[in-house]
């Protein structure tokens, strides 16, 4: 047995342990005889979970590092040829710092331990309006990572400010990482949180992902679209907001720009402002925005190309939806 307990590898977290304790139970569930858990069973397990418990403490040690050096002083200055010169090693191992953290933080535990340690209030006071733009963009990410699918890390953001800061970023940082960084750690405060839609309305947040589906940013584009498509689909109660805005004008403006891939997101999203919204139907309607060419049109260029067959099919369902009479004699033609 100690020949065999020294060939064994420790499971390499506390999910590995748990499934080691369903597999012994199993076993004592058989058919034969219920034996108490042998002395040797017993220390294998009770090492295993030191380890696994050690390794944790030993993630967190790594994190308390990685802050020490982003709470270091500002970038050390030297002189060389009577100028001033940025040290890039320092900003370097900043950069590394937070790669680090991103990587540790996607276990959710150390995600929370991250928030506890002051790494996302350093994260927002510091790093999102540093300087460098590769700093900033990275500690957006880590920003991003703590808060999916982490209703404590989300409301903690939340309270300190982070998503007018963030909605900033999309908006106007010149940097084109930045934003879409920013904009997917909006996503993870916004998307099944409650607190933080409700503060992303307060912020005119729709007007943003607007701004960013007009931006020449093709990832921002669209990753605004999509976010647009999801919360509309999400929640539905919010479309009259949208509309009264003049998202359908501006919407079908996007469509008239060079096709590309994100158009799918945004005739998602206008199929949704039709839907239960007399007021999204009528607009959609209206004359003067062409949409009603500018579909037809659309369909015979998106014809037997399989890789859009979604746009295809969300481009029908809104012309159905709004042309439904107009166009019954022309489905032949057109399809």
């Known amino acids: 047995m100690a020949d065999d307990r020294q060939g064994r590898r420790y499971p390499q977290n506390l999910q590995g342990v748990l499934q080691l304790a369903v597999e012994a139970g199993s076993a004592a569930e058989g058919p034969g005889p219920l034996e108490p858990m042998s002395e040797e069973r017993k220390t294998w397990l009770r090492d295993a979970l030191a380890e696994v418990c050690k390794g944790q403490m030993d993630e967190v040690e790594q994190m308390k ?18 100028e001033e010169e940025r040290d890039e090693d320092d900003e370097d191992e900043r950069e590394s710092a937070f790669e680090i953290l991103s990587e540790l933080c996607e276990n959710l535990d150390n995600a929370k ?20 733009s590769g700093l900033r963009w990275r500690a957006a990410e880590l920003i991003a990572s703590c808060a999916q699918n982490m209703p404590q890390v989300q409301i903690h953001l939340l309270s300190i400010g982070a998503l007018p800061k963030l909605l900033q970023l999309i908006d106007s940082d010149p940097h084109p990482t930045v934003r879409v960084k920013a904009l997917y750690a909006v996503s993870c405060l916004v998307r099944e949180q409650d607190a933080g839609l409700q503060e992303f309305l307060s912020h005119d947040g729709f007007s943003v992902l607007m701004r960013g589906m007009q931006s020449e940013n093709e990832k921002l584009r669209t990753k605004s679209a999509f976010l647009l498509l999801n919360l509309l689909t999400s929640h539905p109660e919010h479309k009259d907001t949208v509309v009264s805005m003049g998202m359908v004008q501006q919407l079908v403006s996007v469509l008239r720009t060079p096709h590309s891939p994100f158009h799918e997101h945004v005739l998602g999203a206008l199929c949704c402002l039709v839907e239960d919204c007399p007021q999204g139907l009528k607009d959609c309607r209206t004359p003067a925005l062409g949409l009603e060419e500018l579909l037809r049109q659309r369909s015979r260029e998106l014809q037997g190309k399989e890789e859009s067959q979604e746009e295809l099919d969300f481009c029908d369902r809104l012309r159905a939806a709004c042309f439904r009479g107009q166009q019954s004699d022309e489905n032949g033609m057109d399809r």
């Open 113 to 132: 331990d991250l928030m506890t340690l002051g790494g996302l209030d350093l994260c927002l006071s510091k790093y999102l309006c540093h300087a460098q």
């Open 65 to 82: 590092r990685c802050l020490a050096v982003l709470r270091e002083e500002e970038t050390k200055i030297r002189e060389q040829d009577g």
